[in-house]
């Protein structure tokens, strides 16, 4: 896994972390610079970390007290939806206030050979981990979507994953499919991290599962747990179609879409605490902040 962090002198710091929680700091500034060395030195980024790894010593400060931050400042956040039967028949919920008998432009999506992507984030709207996400002023039914993340080179290829937070607003989006990106995108609106697993140590990334985990007055008030072995699509497909005809930077995060819910008459509210875990990544906090507090 490879993470930033914020080291003694308040400077980010890259780091790869093994298996067993040992740290060992490396030389490049972010995480991009790892795949630009593995390309000079036409070998894989797993190999440029091991061999700096085995001619250094781990840092003696335990994993549960760096102070992480995002784990890559990614230009451009993408997001993939409908990708999970669970996120079809939720929308449909919204769209339909509950006719769950309407065929929507949803199931369509589900089935169409071409998926959705739509345009989540940007570096500056996005936060790392223990950060807070927003909500927003003109929504009262806002839920966090936990999605895997995958973080690409500028030719689509799955350079890592990580942990995502697709924070969305249920009724803006059930109101009007129109108003997706105002349901989708504003201040905080994403988190990214705790780490980046390099895509060499994942045998199959179908294997991974996600929880997500909402804490309300310091009582778990919600948990879901879901397997991206019911991802409708491939995670390659969803890259492919991202970069048709676009310009992809390197570094891009592409979402893959939510597969947990919470209860319909959920919605998330100042002070609520958000962990999304997928093992072998890590686990992703964050407080939630009402927007006008913060003004
Ligand atoms: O169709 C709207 C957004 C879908 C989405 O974000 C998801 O399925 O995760
Ligand atoms: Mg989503």
């Not at 597969?259 to 906090?285: K, M, Y």
Request: charged fraction near 30%; charge should be negative; glycine fraction near 6%.
């Amino acid at each position: 896994r490879i993470i930033r962090y914020s080291n003694q002198e308040n400077k980010p710091a890259l780091a790869a972390v093994t298996d067993e929680d040992k740290i060992y700091d490396l030389p490049f500034e972010d995480f991009l610079e790892i795949v630009r060395q593995a390309e000079d030195k036409e070998s894989t980024a797993l190999q440029v970390v091991e061999e700096i790894i085995s001619q250094s010593l781990p840092l003696e400060i335990p994993y549960d007290e760096l102070s992480l931050l995002v784990p890559i400042e990614a230009q451009e956040v993408w997001a993939s939806g409908v990708t999970f039967e669970k996120s079809r028949d939720e929308r449909n919920y919204e769209a339909t206030g509950g006719k769950l008998d309407a065929a929507t432009f949803y199931d369509k999506v589900y089935d169409a050979e071409r998926p959705e992507i739509f345009f989540k984030s940007t570096n500056k709207r996005t936060v790392g981990p223990e950060e807070d996400v927003y909500l927003r002023s003109d929504s009262n039914w806002q839920i966090p979507e936990p999605e895997v993340g995958l973080v690409l080179g500028n030719k689509g290829q799955i350079l890592g994953f990580t942990i995502g937070n697709d924070m969305s607003c249920r009724d803006i989006e059930g109101e009007n499919p129109l108003y997706l990106p105002q349901a989708k995108v504003w201040k905080n609106s994403c988190a990214l991290g705790p780490a980046i697993r390099l895509s060499e140590t994942v045998e199959d990334p179908y294997e991974l599962e996600i929880t997500c985990r909402i804490y309300r007055d310091q009582e778990k008030h919600f948990e879901g747990t879901a397997s991206m072995k019911q991802l409708k699509r491939k995670f390659d497909e969803l890259a492919a179609y991202l970069l048709k005809d676009n310009t992809v930077f390197d570094g891009t995060v592409l979402l893959t879409g939510t597969c947990i819910v919470p209860p319909n008459e959920f919605s998330l509210r100042d002070g609520d605490q958000i962990e999304i875990e997928v093992p072998g990544i890590g686990v992703l906090v964050n407080s939630v902040k009402s927007q006008v507090s913060q003004l």
